[in-house]
C-alpha cells in the first residue's frame, strides 16, 4: 500500500495523507505490519502475487489500525494492493454493495 500523492486526485490525496499519518504515529508506539516487516516482507502489500497478497492480508489482522485502513481501502477501492486486510476485488464488492443498499439500511437514525 503504497502510492504517490503526487499523482493522485485531490480529494484522494487528503485521504491518503490522513491514513499515513494516522500510520506513522501509531507506528511510533506500536508496530504496523505494512511498515514494520515484522510478519511478512513490506512489499508482500503491493505486490499482486496472489500468495504475498494473502499473507500481506493476514497480517493486517494484528494491525492497531486495521478498522481505518479498510474504511480508507473502501472508499478508494480502485487503488491497488491490501488495505486493511483486503484486496481490491474484495474492497469493491464492498463499495458496491453499500452503495446498492437501500437508504433505509445505511442511516439508521
Ligand atoms: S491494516 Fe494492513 S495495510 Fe492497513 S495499515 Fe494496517 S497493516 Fe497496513
New binding site residues.
Partial sequence: ?TTDPQTMPVHLASDWRSLTAY?EATHERQP???RSGEIVEVHY?TSGKPVESVLAAQ??AH?P??AA?RVYGIKHPAEAG????MGPKQRKAVAKLSTDLPPSTTNPN
Avoid at 82 to 85: F, M, R
Fill in positions: 500500500m500510520i504496523v505490519p505494512c502489500w497480517a493486517c494491525c489500525i486495521k485502513c491490501i488495505y486493511g486486510g
